[in-house]
């Protein structure tokens, strides 16, 4: 008999409706049960695509004597973190703090008014490897909440307290009252000090930052990018090609399908976690194609072109939006019992390469692939790389035999797909498919981004300007959006504005940001997560640091910043300024983990610069020079396109960073402005190419 969680629209509550655990949403109803029945609260918190909230799922919540204990000792709430990142944040917050680790799933036990009093992750069924069974936890969480309330009371109120009382190093200074003086935005040495810090933790062997596991560095790569546009800097370029070039010729890299995984297992890329989440390859698809804009580099081209290509084809809903996640587990190809095994879609052994491509050709895939008799994963499979630099193959044979090898797998069992579309990773799809689509001459991927934003508008967004964090079929969640997601869709309208020259998703953009600026900043100009008017948790969280997403404060800050480059608000980018005042403390101490921030900064200290590009739409001058424009690495650029003025009476612009510009000679012409003063406008586009790289 279905719980709860059957009338949800999150496809991970879903996947739980049909346990014997008497789940329900997080609601106000929940927790007034638990006070009902003088019960504590389980929180679980996971998503669609986590291997181990499968693998915990499968061994306790689908086990009838646990879900027994469960529904009579608890209440149980079931959280999909990708819906509510508010809940996640606190909760994973206290999680941190308490054991110094944190992760999904992610198992927190409450007491009826929410507080947090005991807290772990993944629980395995028999106690193993020092962990104690989950049947266990759930025994000892029992007994002390009959034998010792009040000392679980005690604990609970002091980890709020706790969490309550802690500051976060914004860059605020004190003013002479005791109260919040004006943030000061960064200066030249913050990003300086902050490249000193990546170079101490850059991995010159194996590229990428840190050890195992080893996470796609899209922020760090983003900012490493802008910084060398700006100063000219060989070691960030380096850092950035390097690891660029690592991820794509590793197993991370899906080198038939196109497409990245999570992360990998291992610090050389080889072995990844194998799900495949929309944020990251929206977020590497833009870094490619920046890194193809800056250098040339046909791989970098390749790698921006097929993830691209996957998103588009593996990741996109009827409604035209983007999904959130593909699963790393699938069925064994073959196997007949219905098991699911990670990486089970992806990997190969020499038998299987034989099977589809015949001896010959097998033995070749094999080389330029890096498959072997041993494998490099389990059971003698491998992952697919591209491990030999130096070997020659011929083009025609290699993609002779990529087509072939992805039409058998395209036969195998695939792996499920969440079809919940986020706002904020939504936006961050169409600032990349629209960029892409426009430096490769492909419409049809400017076409797939202009889908989504109209899906975001009609779906997403109120009248009010206020955002819902999901939907699926078409159908709006009941969650507010937060922070990122005002962000990062303001983002994606920025840029979507900017290559097809339609003004309205500007205005849209300046909705969104208004929003921001009424709703989630507070008086000393830092950034909220979730707005004014959210619902209350025991928190509300503020955090400026990046996770597998850029962090919404620093997002914000950056489509504030560009938002104000277009229209010349003044109050847009003084919010801009204010907000990366975080910037100037967490930057040289952390820059791995406020790298968007950084990468903001590079826009600010350049300008950023503005691009008005004024011609008919159809002339092929006009063309010219804004693709010249959108072609420019300056960091933050923003390029607005449209018809010389007719001279008609009240005559309205689209974007106000065209007001006042006209034809040169009748021809079509370009403006540069920069720190508040421009340059001669040009109809040549080599000027203007002049105009856009000089350094500061």
């Known amino acids: 008999m279905p719980n709860r969680l059957a009338h949800e629209t999150s496809p991970y509550l879903l996947q739980h409706a049909e346990n014997p655990v008497d789940w329900w949403p997080w609601s106000p109803e929940a927790f007034d049960e638990a006070r009902?029945?003088?019960?504590?609260?389980?929180?679980?918190?996971?998503?669609?695509?986590?291997?181990w909230c499968h693998v915990m799922a499968h061994e306790s919540f689908e086990d009838g004597p646990t879900a027994g204990f469960l529904n009579e000792h608890?209440?149980?709430?079931?959280?999909?973190?990708?819906?509510?990142?508010?809940?996640?944040?606190?909760?994973?917050?206290?999680?941190?703090?308490?054991?110094?680790?944190?992760?999904?799933?992610?198992?927190?036990?409450?007491?009826?008014?929410?507080?947090?009093?005991?807290?772990?992750?993944?629980?395995?069924?028999?106690?193993?490897h020092g962990m104690p069974s989950f049947r266990q936890v759930l025994e000892g969480v029992k007994v002390a909440w009959t034998d010792r309330r009040e000392e679980v009371g005690e604990v609970a109120g002091r980890i709020v307290r706790d969490l309550s009382e802690r500051t976060l190093a914004s860059g605020?200074?004190?003013?002479?009252?005791?109260?919040?003086?004006?943030?000061?935005?960064?200066?030249?040495?913050?990003?300086?000090?902050?490249?000193?810090?990546?170079?101490?933790?850059?991995?010159?062997?194996?590229?990428?930052?840190?050890?195992?596991?080893?996470?796609?560095?899209?922020?760090?790569?983003?900012?490493?990018?802008?910084?060398?546009?700006?100063?000219?800097?060989?070691?960030?370029?380096?850092?950035?090609?390097?690891?660029?070039?690592?991820?794509?010729?590793?197993?991370?890299?899906?080198?038939?399908?196109?497409?990245?995984?999570?992360?990998?297992?291992?610090?050389?890329?080889?072995?990844?976690?194998?799900?495949?989440?929309?944020?990251?390859?929206?977020?590497?698809?833009?870094?490619?194609?920046?890194?193809?804009?800056?250098?040339?580099?046909?791989?970098?081209?390749?790698?921006?072109?097929?993830?691209?290509?996957?998103?588009?084809?593996?990741?996109?809903?009827?409604?035209?939006?983007?999904?959130?996640?593909?699963?790393?587990?699938?069925?064994?190809?073959?196997?007949?019992?219905?098991?699911?095994?990670?990486?089970?879609?992806?990997?190969w052994t020499p038998a299987q390469l034989r099977e589809v491509l015949g001896e010959q050709d097998a033995a070749l895939a094999a080389a330029h692939f890096g498959v072997t008799e041993d494998g490099t994963f389990e059971e003698g499979a491998s992952v697919l790389q591209l491990p030999d630099t130096e070997q020659l193959m011929e083009a025609g044979k290699i993609a002779s035999v990529r087509a072939r090898l992805?039409?058998?797998?395209?036969?195998?069992?695939?792996?499920?797909?969440?079809d919940k579309v986020v706002a904020a990773w939504n936006g961050l799809a169409i600032a990349a498919l629209a960029e892409t689509g426009a430096y490769f001459d492909r419409p049809d991927l400017v076409q797939a981004a202009t889908d989504a934003a109209d899906l975001l508008v009609r779906t997403h967004m109120d009248w009010h300007a206020r955002l819902f964090r999901t939907s699926l079929d078409g159908v709006a969640g009941s969650h507010a959006g937060v922070l990122e997601d005002y962000a990062d869709v303001a983002e994606g309208f920025l840029a979507l504005s900017g290559v097809t020259g339609e003004g309205v998703w500007v205005d849209f953009a300046g909705l969104l940001l208004d929003t921001v600026l009424v709703h989630f900043t507070a008086p000393n100009g830092t950034l909220y997560d979730t707005a004014d008017d959210?619902?209350?948790?025991?928190?509300?969280?503020?955090?400026?640091?990046?996770?597998?997403?850029?962090?919404?404060?620093?997002?914000?800050?950056?489509?504030?910043?560009?938002?104000?480059?277009?229209t010349g608000s003044s109050p847009h980018?003084?919010?801009?300024?204010?907000?990366?005042?975080?910037?100037?403390?967490?930057?040289?101490?952390?820059?791995?983990?406020?790298?968007?921030?950084?990468?903001?900064?590079?826009?600010?200290?350049?300008g950023p610069r503005e691009v008005a590009v004024v011609g008919p739409h159809d002339h092929p001058a006009t063309g010219e020079l804004h693709r010249t424009a959108l072609l420019s690495t300056a960091p933050g650029l923003v390029v607005a396109v449209g018809e010389p003025p007719s001279g008609a009476e009240g005559e309205q612009v689209e974007v106000p960073l065209l007001a006042g510009r006209s034809l040169v000679d009748a021809r079509p012409a370009a403006y540069v402005c920069r720190h508040f003063t421009c340059d001669a406008p040009t109809a040549d586009p080599k000027t203007l190419e002049e105009q856009l790289t000089g350094q500061q």
């Open 406 to 418: 992805l039409a058998a797998r395209e036969e195998r069992p695939r792996p499920g797909r969440d």
């Open 534 to 566: 959210a619902e209350a948790l025991i928190r509300r969280p503020q955090d400026p640091t990046d996770n597998a997403t850029p962090s919404g404060w620093t997002a914000a800050a950056g489509a504030l910043l560009s938002y104000a480059a277009y």
């Open 172 to 347: 605020v200074p004190t003013s002479e009252d005791g109260g919040p003086a004006a943030p000061q935005p960064p200066t030249v040495e913050d990003p300086h000090r902050a490249l000193m810090g990546l170079t101490r933790d850059f991995d010159a062997v194996r590229g990428g930052f840190g050890g195992a596991p080893k996470f796609p560095p899209s922020m760090t790569l983003e900012f490493l990018l802008r910084h060398q546009a700006r100063t000219g800097s060989a070691a960030a370029l380096q850092m950035a090609e390097a690891t660029c070039e690592a991820m794509a010729r590793g197993g991370i890299y899906d080198q038939l399908g196109g497409g990245f995984a999570r992360y990998s297992v291992d610090a050389s890329w080889v072995v990844p976690h194998f799900e495949k989440m929309l944020y990251d390859n929206a977020l590497l698809c833009r870094v490619y194609a920046h890194l193809w804009r800056a250098t040339g580099s046909e791989l970098a081209r390749r790698v921006a072109l097929e993830t691209a290509d996957f998103l588009v084809r593996e990741m996109r809903t009827e409604q035209g939006g983007f999904a959130s996640a593909l699963d790393a587990d699938s069925a064994v190809p073959g196997d007949g019992s219905g098991k699911h095994v990670e990486g089970a879609y992806y990997v």
């Open 573 to 606: 980018r003084e919010a801009a300024e204010r907000a990366l005042g975080v910037v100037r403390v967490l930057g040289p101490k952390a820059p791995r983990f406020i790298s968007w921030g950084l990468a903001v900064t590079e826009a600010l200290l350049d």
């Open 74 to 128: 608890f209440v149980s709430v079931k959280v999909d973190r990708e819906e509510r990142p508010d809940i996640d944040a606190v909760y994973m917050e206290a999680v941190q703090a308490a054991t110094g680790q944190g992760g999904w799933p992610m198992t927190v036990f409450l007491t009826p008014e929410a507080e947090p009093f005991y807290f772990g992750t993944y629980f395995p069924p028999a106690p193993k």
């Open 36 to 51: 009902r029945r003088g019960v504590p609260v389980l929180l679980s918190v996971g998503y669609s695509s986590c291997h």
